[in-house]
C-alpha cells in the first residue's frame, strides 16, 4: 500500500524557516513527482509546486518563488519542503501528494501525507 | 493562472438525493479535470481524473461530466460517508490550481 509519511506539527516565530519531511513507501520515489499542497485553517487548497526525485527538477507556484526550496534523499525516498521569512500567513496544514501521470498525460494526486500543521506566531 | 470556480460553495441534501457540484475554469483545461473529496481534519482524498474516471475504489455512485470549461460531479444516491468539501482541480497546466470547495452535508 502506497503511503507518504509527514513530519510532525511545527511552531515557529516570524521570519524563521520550516522543513517538512515525507518519506515515501511501498513505491519507487523516482518514478512519481512529489508535490506540495497547503490549506490554511478553514480554507481550500493551494498548489506549492513540485519536485521530480530522479531529476531534482522542481516548479515553484510564483506565490512561493524565493522562499521556497523542494530537496529529497533518493536513498531514504523522502521529500522535504523547506519554507523561508515564515508570516502569519504561512500558518497551514501543508501535504505532500504524489503526482501521477498517466499513459495520455493526465495528471493528478493520488496518494497524499497525512499533513503537518505548521504554526507561525510570535 | 487558470481560475477554477465551483457553485454551489455549500449544500445540504438527504440520503438518496441526487446532487451535482459544478466547476468552471477561466479558459479551456480540455480533460484535465480532478476531483477530491476532503473530511474535515483528513487529507484530501482522490476520487475522478480525467474528468469521469473513478479511481480504483470508488464507489459508482460518482460520477463526471465535462469537457472544455465546464464540468459536473453527480453523485446519484447519496449516503452518509459522504459527506465532506469536495474539490475539483485542474492539471491542464501549472499552477495546478483548485477550485474554492463545495461543502456538502447530508
Known amino acids: 500500500q502506497v503511503q507518504l509519511v509527514q513530519s510532525g506539527a511545527e511552531v515557529k516565530k516570524p521570519g524563521a524557516s520550516v522543513k517538512v519531511s515525507c518519506k515515501a513507501s511501498?513505491?519507487?520515489?523516482?518514478?512519481?513527482?512529489i508535490n506540495w499542497v497547503r490549506q490554511a485553517p478553514g480554507q481550500g487548497l493551494e498548489w506549492m509546486g513540485y519536485?521530480?526525485?530522479?531529476?531534482?527538477?522542481?516548479r515553484y507556484a510564483q506565490k512561493f518563488q524565493g522562499r521556497i526550496t523542494f530537496t529529497r534523499d533518493t536513498s531514504t525516498s523522502t521529500a522535504y519542503m523547506e519554507l523561508s521569512s515564515l508570516r502569519s500567513e504561512d500558518t497551514a496544514v501543508y501535504y505532500c501528494?504524489?503526482?501521477?501521470?498517466?499513459?495520455?498525460?493526465?495528471?493528478?494526486?493520488?496518494?497524499w501525507g497525512q499533513g503537518t500543521l505548521v504554526t507561525v506566531s510570535s | 493562472d487558470i481560475q477554477m470556480t465551483q457553485s454551489p460553495s455549500s449544500l445540504t441534501a438527504s440520503v438518496g438525493d441526487r446532487i451535482t457540484i459544478t466547476c468552471r475554469a477561466s479558459?479551456?483545461?480540455?480533460?484535465?479535470l480532478n476531483w477530491y473529496q476532503q473530511k474535515p481534519g483528513k487529507a484530501p482524498k482522490f476520487l475522478i481524473y480525467?474528468?469521469?474516471t473513478l479511481q480504483s475504489g470508488v464507489p459508482s455512485r460518482f460520477s463526471g461530466s465535462g469537457s472544455g470549461t465546464e464540468f459536473t460531479l453527480t453523485i446519484s444516491s447519496l449516503q452518509p460517508e459522504d459527506f465532506g468539501t469536495y474539490y475539483c482541480?485542474?492539471?491542464?497546466?501549472?499552477?495546478?490550481?483548485f477550485g474554492q470547495g463545495t461543502k456538502l452535508e447530508i
Open positions: 482541480q485542474q492539471s491542464y497546466n501549472v499552477p495546478f490550481t
Open positions: 511501498e513505491y519507487t520515489f523516482t518514478q512519481y513527482d
Open positions: 501528494t504524489r503526482g501521477t501521470r498517466d499513459r495520455v498525460s493526465q495528471y493528478y494526486f493520488d496518494y
Open positions: 480525467a474528468v469521469s
Open positions: 519536485m521530480s526525485p530522479n531529476s531534482g527538477t522542481t
Open positions: 479558459q479551456t483545461i480540455n480533460t484535465y
